[in-house]
């Protein structure tokens, strides 16, 4: 609120999924509030519009109420951002690793915005994941995404009949590398120094071993508190009309990484 420049609160409602209905008069009545899981699909039976960021994924994290309770999915803007503070475009040739909440939305984009996309997942979920595919396609027919098993747990050059093809930017969109279990990656070092640019959704920790390995390979790298930051930014943004300084928004971002 301070960086916003704005008088007002935010606060931490804990709401049962059964007692949603009861509850959303009460959130009506605010300018605006934050959903997560378990709400993310269900808060979509009451809004009255839906914003393309949450409509292209089918889930919703922010709405804003007014006239309308209007629902978006910031992640979308945090993952955007992030890319563009990294210096890496989607419309590019990008490799996804995961394809679960966090991965289907960075998957849809990517496509969504041009990119030539594989998503690399464990056989268990390559099904689901053909399934997304399919619905990305159905609502982008010229859409390039195509998914890869990953055969033996971490995604190597196996995976690609033993020529790992090149990519301008890498994500991981899983959870390996993450606090506690932080000497793994998802990836074999082949896979990223086949890639122009590294994204990490794995915030904690501050340095996964994959964003590290990525810059002694010389290649940029970014981990997901940026995504984190921005998204809230973008919240702010909708619910305010609030305006942030870029050289706010790192230094925040950096504080941020401080506090792990």
Known sequence: MKLAG???SYKLLDIPPEELNENFPGLAELDGFNATIPHKVAIILYCKELDKSAARVGSVNCVKNGGAA???????????RSIDMLGARLDSRVLVIGCGGVGRMIAAEAAYSGGDVTVAVLPDFLQDTNNIIAEIKSRMIDAKIKAVGIKAGTLGAEDFGGSVPGFDLLINASPVGMF???????????????AASVFDVVYNPKDTLLTRTARELGKPAMTGMAMLVLQAAAAQEIWNGAQFRQEDLKTLIADMENLI
Request: charged share 25%; aromatic share 10%; with cysteine.
């Open 180 to 194: 506690p279990k932080t000497d793994a990656m998802p990836c074999t070092e082949d896979i990223i120094k086949s």
């Open 70 to 80: 209007v629902g978006y999915n910031t992640d979308v803007f945090g993952f955007t």
């Open 6 to 8: 704005i008088e007002g």
